[in-house]
């Protein structure tokens, strides 16, 4: 495993694998809140915000204003964002569906 893979190990997969298993907003929220500090909390949500607002196609100045990002923050996440493993565009694919879906009606899922 190269040193760029070596944050994939059993830990991790074990952590994602009982944040897949969470099936509501309030049971996230609570195994976050215990896992996270208010720090961790509120840096990964600003991430979130920044990420959906590069989305959106804001200029860094305007998502730094919005979200208090520095806009090298910005920058690393857009890194991730265009170059990443893929994970925040498929969380960004996921959370247009569930839009389109609360917009139409079917949440029958």
């Known amino acids: 495993m190269s040193a760029i893979e070596a944050w994939r190990d059993e830990a991790t997969a074990e952590l994602f694998g009982a944040v897949v298993r969470l099936e509501t907003v309030d049971e996230a929220s609570a195994f976050f809140r215990d ?29 730094s204003h919005r979200t208090g990002a520095s806009t090298a923050t910005i920058t690393r996440i857009a890194q991730w964002l265009h170059h990443g493993e893929g994970g925040y565009l498929r969380a960004l694919e996921r959370l247009r569906a569930a839009n389109a879906d609360s917009t139409t009606g079917d949440n029958a899922r």
């Open 35 to 63: 896992l996270c500090t208010l720090g961790e909390l509120h840096d990964m949500a600003q991430r979130w915000a920044v990420v959906r607002l590069l989305d959106q196609g804001l200029h860094y100045a305007e998502i």
